[in-house]
């Protein structure tokens, strides 16, 4: 089944700790996305990528990281979280000629 | 650059009552636009796209937009609304720049509640 697979599903860390949500797709697409989803802002692109070693920012960068070392693979790094991170996160693939994308089902981040 | 204003943060219907839920868009190219849903606790799912073959696009569960240049306008549809459909729903524009679009611009919302 085509997918994208985001892992974890639920997360709650403490301020400061570093961590990393994966995200893989199973289509062989080009093109990856992180956006982030608050209440009343919609969802906003944070980085995507073009292809392998090929990644820019989005409209909300400030405090992420990602790598795009392998085509399927597009994790997201938190290097020290902070609250304004609370966030319910969405990663994203798609492909040349295809048009839109395919979202995972959602990473529900909370820092304290 | 591209935005989506979606009008109205809120709609409320009565079962059974037509759906309208409204969004414009800015683009300084013709663009793409989606219509995605959200139900509680759930990832996006997308309704329908326009990509510029017919202006009139039908998506799942009975919704259709209709994409409107001169009103800059694409106006999410269903003619009787049931319960189920209670969701949040985003409208999103991309470029269409040489079959690229990798930069989604999401509106901020409609969560839609649908009365008995």
């Known amino acids: 089944e085509a997918q994208v697979t985001q892992n974890p599903r639920y997360l709650i860390t403490v301020t400061g700790k570093k961590l990393t949500v994966t995200c893989s797709q199973n289509?062989?697409?080009?093109?990856m996305s992180w956006y982030r989803q608050d209440p009343g802002l919609g969802l906003r692109q944070i980085y995507y990528s073009m292809n392998v070693e090929v990644t820019d920012k989005g409209d909300v960068p400030e405090g992420y990281k990602v790598s795009r070392k392998e085509k399927r693979n597009f994790p997201l790094i938190l290097e020290s979280p902070s609250p304004n991170q609370t966030s319910l996160y969405f990663c994203a693939s798609s492909a040349p000629g295809v048009i839109g994308y395919t979202f995972g089902s959602g990473t529900r981040l909370t820092v304290v | 650059a591209q935005s989506v204003t979606q009008l109205g943060s809120h709609v409320s219907v009565s079962e059974g009552a037509l759906v309208l839920l409204r969004c414009n868009y800015s683009s300084s190219v013709p663009p793409y636009l989606f219509w995605y849903v959200q139900y509680p606790n759930q990832g996006l799912q997308l309704l329908l796209k326009y990509t510029s073959a017919a202006t009139l696009v039908k998506g799942i569960n009975g919704f259709e937009a209709e994409f409107k240049k001169s009103e800059t306008s694409f106006h999410l549809t269903k003619p009787s609304a049931h319960m189920s459909d209670a969701a949040e729903y985003f409208c999103a524009v991309s470029r269409k720049s040489g079959g690229s679009n990798y930069k989604l611009t999401f509106g901020k919302g409609t969560l839609l509640t649908v009365n008995p």
């Open positions: 289509m062989n697409h080009e093109y």
